[in-house]
Nanobody, 127 residues
Framework: QVQLVESGGGSVQAGGSLRLSCAAS??????????MGWFRQGPGKEREGIAS???????SYVDSVKGRFTILKDNVKRILYLQMNSLKPEDTAMYYC???????????????????WGQGTQVTVSS
């Protein structure tokens, strides 16, 4: 019923930028108010939340990406974005978007809080 599709990944050099997109389709009861987030998983690592946006549109970030990444939500086109600047090799990972299909306030970085996931898009950053 709910589908999320990421795009925009690729290979870039350190210091470069990418913008990831997460297009939503299917039924969303209240897309503009649902908690959504971006996650990533590097080789041999656990999936970690890096950015979230709550029911009031407030963005939150983990320290490793704060100041470099921006989560944006277009409630008209129903697209969640992750603008990534000043990319580092450590950012290399598969990136996923997710929705909790619930209301939330403040940061929400736990994968357990999210119900629906995109297929992921690969980001590779070289030195």
């Amino acid at each position: 019923q709910v589908q999320l599709v990421e795009s925009g990944g690729g290979s870039v050099q350190a210091g470069g930028s990418l913008r990831l997109s997460c297009a939503a389709s299917g039924y969303f009861g209240a897309y503009s108010r649902y908690c959504m987030g971006w996650f990533r998983q590097g080789p041999g690592k656990e999936r970690e939340g890096i950015a979230s946006i709550d029911s009031d549109g407030r963005q939150s970030y983990v320290d490793s990406v704060k100041g470099r990444f921006t989560i944006l939500k277009d409630n008209v086109k129903r697209i969640l974005y992750l603008q990534m600047n000043s990319l580092k090799p450590e950012d290399t990972a598969m990136y996923y978007c997710a929705t909790a299909q619930k209301y939330c306030r403040g940061p929400n970085f736990s994968p357990r809080e999210y119900n629906d996931w995109g297929q992921g898009t690969q980001v590779t950053v070289s030195s």
